[in-house]
């Protein structure tokens, strides 16, 4: 089955800092990647996703790359804010989802 | 638009005793997962559903754990007996893509049990 990997499992960067994690897949069958924001006892939301007929999305602050010859996918997010600072998952679907173990990332004010 | 409603939120049992969740998807969503959840770890699949069809259970441990979704919208998920790794965040999701195609998914709240 496929196997994702994420990495770093903790990032601490100041505000307004980059940030930027990074997964890797098994799969070349997978066709969509998502990352999920999940704040503390909250839910998982989407924040942004790729298919892989794309190699970059942005939306305002976020963008995601996808490497589909590597097989790796990275999530950017730039003049990070305290309210970034929430635990992310990467994401790589071919009709269903298998997560990274996420991202603990903290902005630091 | 009301999201995924899950409960019970929290429920703490003895180990041995029963517990089961119920799952409310997004009017409309034919497709619904259940995830497991453990502490610093991202969701496992347990099962996904199209409509009342359990498309894939292969991660289900069906020694003890079984899910339904009769009539294709409501789902619950069982435990009998718990035992102490069971303790987690179970969560359900539901989105509106199918089959082969992957969409975005619509987390609830999650339960979270503890087994004692």
């Known amino acids: 089955g496929e196997n994702v990997e994420q990495h770093p499992s903790t990032l601490s960067v100041q505000e307004g800092d980059s940030a930027v994690i990074k997964c890797t897949y098994s799969d070349s069958a997978s066709n969509y990647f998502p990352w999920y924001k999940q704040e503390l006892g909250k839910r998982p939301q989407l924040i942004i996703d790729i298919r892989s007929n794309v190699g970059e999305k942005k939306d305002q602050r976020i963008a995601v790359t996808l490497n589909k010859t590597a097989k790796h996918f990275s999530l950017h997010i730039t003049e990070t804010q305290p309210e970034d600072s929430a635990v992310y998952f990467c994401a790589a679907s071919k009709g269903k989802s298998t997560f990274g173990d996420g991202t603990t990332l903290t902005v630091k004010p | 638009e009301a999201g995924v409603v899950q409960s019970p939120r929290y429920k703490i049992i003895e180990k041995k005793q029963p517990v089961a969740f119920w799952c409310n998807p997004i009017s409309g969503h034919n497709t619904l997962y259940w995830y497991l959840q453990n502490l610093g770890q991202g969701p496992e699949l347990l099962i996904r559903y199209e409509n009342e069809e359990a498309v894939d259970d292969s991660q289900l441990p069906k020694d003890r754990f079984s899910a339904e979704r009769l009539k294709g919208v409501d789902s619950t998920l069982k435990i009998q007996p718990a035992e102490l790794g069971d303790s987690a965040v179970y969560l359900c999701?539901?989105?509106?893509?199918?089959?082969?195609?992957?969409?975005?998914?619509?987390f609830g709240e999650g339960s979270r049990l503890t087994v004692l």
């Open positions: 999701a539901s989105s509106l893509a199918s089959g082969r195609q992957t969409g975005e998914l619509f």
